[in-house]
């Protein structure tokens, strides 16, 4: 075997899973398609991560990369294509190399979910934008809209008020989704929320310059002006390569594990946002203890469980 274990994601499960790997003896790679910390990076403010009571996105996932990497071979920008089975293990292939592996964990996360809404696609990077930590500064002084009432979405409008933007959100209910302590710094802060509407279209030329919304309740259609527009309405799981290995997954593609992070084929774990479920930091780190220990198993090493 080229590696004992190749950990797929180098996102706060990775990360994880790498530490617990080097330490209890097993030898790993960790991939990853850009150079780690995955969509945690994003985030403009992480509150209450042990530890940490507010720190930014990019500064833990920055601590975690610099304490995990001692422990683990970082095979940066090497996007994993391929899963398969080979003989007492896998093979991994890459889109550089192939390897072959005697356990996985897929630890990959999710992807932002799009509106699908015309215009959309056009005008991304030219005023729409699904990373608020990435691109809010072009936006200071100028007139933008989140879309979205989760955790995600109001952390974006908070980041977003402090940097000088005219925000706005976005939501198409009547109540935020987002933790309650989130929702009443939308209130201090006097950002205004458009209740019950969605955006049905993202128009201008070159660059964004009005919305197309709709009240859901009233029917009622209006355009209005905006400089940018943030799209925060949650995640898509990235489990293809699981699903292509037979995989279980759930109805919205979320891959199944038991209380050890195995999946549903023999020597394959998953860990962190992929998973679903409960989606935190804390949550992701756990899983991806979890099941580089449970590799232990696969791999034929004691563990005292
Ligand atoms: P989320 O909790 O799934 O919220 C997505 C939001 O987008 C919801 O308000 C949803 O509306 C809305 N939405 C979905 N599709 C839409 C569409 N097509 N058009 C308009 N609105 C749409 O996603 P998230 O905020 O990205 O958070 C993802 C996970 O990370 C969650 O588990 C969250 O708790 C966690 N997280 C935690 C923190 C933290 O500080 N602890 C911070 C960020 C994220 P509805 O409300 O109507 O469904």
């Given at each position: 075997?080229?590696?004992?274990?190749?950990?797929?994601?180098?996102?706060?499960?990775?990360?994880?899973?790498?530490?617990?790997?080097?330490?209890?003896?097993?030898?790993?790679?960790?991939?990853?398609?850009?150079?780690?910390?995955?969509?945690?990076?994003?985030?403009?403010?992480?509150?209450?991560?042990?530890?940490?009571?507010?720190?930014?996105?990019?500064?833990?996932?920055?601590?975690?990369?610099?304490?995990?990497?001692?422990?683990?071979?970082?095979?940066?920008?090497?996007?994993?294509?391929?899963?398969?089975?080979?003989?007492?293990?896998?093979?991994?292939?890459?889109?550089?190399?192939?390897?072959?592996a005697g356990a996985i964990?897929?630890?990959?996360?999710?992807?932002?979910?799009?509106?699908?809404?015309?215009?959309?696609?056009?005008?991304?990077?030219?005023?729409?934008?699904?990373?608020?930590?990435?691109?809010?500064?072009?936006?200071?002084?100028?007139?933008?809209?989140?879309?979205?009432?989760?955790?995600?979405?109001?952390?974006?409008?908070?980041?977003?008020?402090?940097?000088?933007?005219?925000?706005?959100?976005?939501?198409?209910?009547?109540?935020?989704?987002?933790?309650?302590?989130?929702?009443?710094?939308?209130?201090?802060?006097?950002?205004?929320?458009?209740?019950?509407t969605v955006v049905e279209?993202?128009?201008?030329?070159?660059?964004?310059?009005?919305?197309?919304?709709?009240?859901?309740?009233?029917?009622e259609t209006t355009q209005?002006?905006?400089?940018?527009?943030?799209?925060?309405?949650?995640?898509?799981?990235?489990?293809?390569?699981?699903?292509?290995?037979?995989?279980?997954?759930?109805?919205?593609?979320?891959?199944?594990?038991?209380?050890?992070?195995?999946?549903?084929?023999?020597?394959?774990?998953?860990?962190?946002?992929?998973?679903?479920?409960?989606?935190?930091?804390?949550?992701?780190?756990?899983?991806?203890?979890?099941?580089?220990?449970?590799?232990?198993?696969?791999?034929?090493?004691?563990?005292?469980?």
């Amino acid at each position: 075997m080229d590696t004992e274990l190749a950990v797929i994601g180098a996102g706060a499960a990775g990360y994880t899973a790498a530490i617990y790997a080097g330490r209890a003896g097993i030898d790993a790679i960790v991939f990853d398609t850009g150079m780690g910390g995955g969509l945690s990076t994003w985030a403009p403010r992480i509150e209450n991560y042990p530890g940490f009571p507010d720190i930014s996105g990019v500064d833990l996932m920055d601590r975690m990369k610099e304490h995990a990497e001692p422990y683990a071979d970082f095979h940066y920008n090497e996007e994993v294509t391929a899963i398969e089975p080979d003989g007492d293990g896998f093979k991994v292939t890459t889109a550089k190399n192939t390897y072959t592996a005697g356990a996985i964990i897929i630890a990959t996360g999710t992807t932002p979910r799009q509106l699908d809404v015309p215009g959309e696609n056009k005008l991304r990077g030219r005023g729409v934008s699904y990373c608020a930590t990435c691109d809010g500064s072009f936006f200071t002084d100028k007139k933008v809209a989140v879309v979205g009432g989760g955790n995600s979405a109001v952390n974006e409008a908070i980041y977003l008020h402090g940097l000088g933007c005219n925000v706005t959100l976005i939501h198409r209910r009547d109540q935020l989704r987002a933790e309650e302590a989130l929702a009443q710094e939308v209130d201090k802060k006097d950002i205004p929320v458009i209740w019950n509407t969605v955006v049905e279209e993202i128009r201008g030329d070159p660059v964004v310059e009005t919305l197309a919304l709709k009240n859901r309740k009233t029917g009622e259609t209006t355009q209005q002006a905006f400089d940018g527009v943030f799209i925060s309405v949650g995640e898509t799981p990235q489990s293809s390569l699981a699903t292509s290995l037979g995989i279980e997954t759930d109805s919205h593609g979320y891959i199944q594990t038991d209380e050890r992070q195995r999946t549903t084929v023999n020597g394959v774990y998953a860990a962190g946002d992929v998973t679903g479920d409960i989606r935190q930091i804390i949550t992701a780190c756990a899983e991806g203890a979890t099941a580089a220990l449970t590799s232990m198993h696969t791999l034929g090493k004691s563990y005292p469980f």
